[in-house]
């Protein structure tokens, strides 16, 4: 079982940005693909971004392309999402996730992440 760490949360104005952090430990981390997922009051979880095992390949969802990056530092078992130009709909909870088997291609919902933070809150006022 992997734990997961995030931080970063918190207030921003409309146009700022957040650097969030997931710190893993308990697995190794660089076979795994991360996720981050987001989840705002009276709405279901909603994938945000992934990124590979090797980091080498990202995907994101529509509504954060061009505004946010996920990244990842397998020396220090970590995964990043940096946020940009936010917005006051990004506020919700974020969620840092890992896969459920290592080397695996995993699909931008939650059923194929076995592993979960216990989230951050992110508030962008407008």
């Known amino acids: 079982q992997v734990q997961l760490v995030e931080s970063g949360g918190g207030l921003v104005q409309a146009g700022g940005s957040l650097r969030l952090s997931c710190a893993a430990s308990?697995?190794?981390?660089?076979?795994?693909?991360m996720g981050w997922f987001r989840q705002a009051p009276g709405k279901e979880r909603e994938f945000v971004a992934r990124i590979s095992w090797s980091g080498s390949r990202t995907y994101y969802a529509d509504s954060v392309k061009g505004r946010f990056t996920i990244s990842r530092d397998n020396a220090k078992n970590t995964v990043f999402l940096q946020m940009g130009n936010l917005k006051p709909e990004d506020t919700a909870v974020y969620y840092c996730a890992c896969s459920r088997t290592a080397y695996t291609v995993v699909a931008d919902t939650p059923i194929g992440f076995g592993s979960w933070g216990q989230g951050t809150q992110v508030t962008v006022s407008s």
């Open positions: 308990g697995r190794t981390f660089s076979t795994y693909t």
